[in-house]
């Protein structure tokens, strides 16, 4: 019949299409780094969990680990919501913030942000992009963001404001959509460990989960302790350069008691 034929001949040419689209996809997506340790793709399920529990981030934001066996590589879930993710949703990307594997799975808009702060900053194995809320108006404002207790004396030295409209050289839609973006807010970030994004949010990084988690989580403490103590009106005594350098050192050895803690919390929901 000739229905059935014609039929048939589409369902043929629609598959030779589609093996055709594979084979490019196999040819033009990079190439897998390797299988990671279980533990460590459940710290990195943890570490979203525990930002979503501890209001770092909301439905949005995102945190991503550089591939243990490969740094041209990193793991990043899929487009959802931290405090969904699971294992199963985590992906691989390469610097260029290309899918390895995507199996129609999308991406994070703003996953340019990742790959190209790893590709310029050889010491950093996790960051984490948030809209943390305390930390906004530090952005948008002359009051520059410091350490006001030891918990996050990292901030000492500095927190730059990344400003995209400077950046894009004309208005945008605030998002870091693209690879010249990331490029801009890697540059600004500097050797810093945290960095405002004016009328957006923050970018954090680290040499670990526990520590961007940690860093992540006392930024925003911060923010709001400082804006309190600005409120109380008159002068605020910030840590000073030496102490901030102190209290790192020593403050910092402890990310691993918070982090078990964190865990335990955000986890068994
Ligand atoms: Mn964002």
Redesign the pocket.
Known sequence: MPSTSLGRRAFLGGSIAALLATRAAAQTAPASAGPVDRALIDDLVAANRILADQGVVDG???VSLRHPADPQRYLMSRSIAPELVTAGDVMEYDLDSTAVDARGRTSY??RF?HGEIYRVRPDVKAVV???SPSVIPFGVSTAPLRPLYHMSAFLGGGVPVFDIKVAAGQPTD???RTPALGRALAQTLGDRPVAL?RG??AVVVGDSLPRVVFRSVYTEVNARLQAQAMALGGPVTYLDDEEARRADASVGGTVPRPWELWKKKALPR
């Open positions: 949005y934001g995102h808009l703003e942000i992009h948030n809209h605030m998002l870091v994004m957006h949010g």
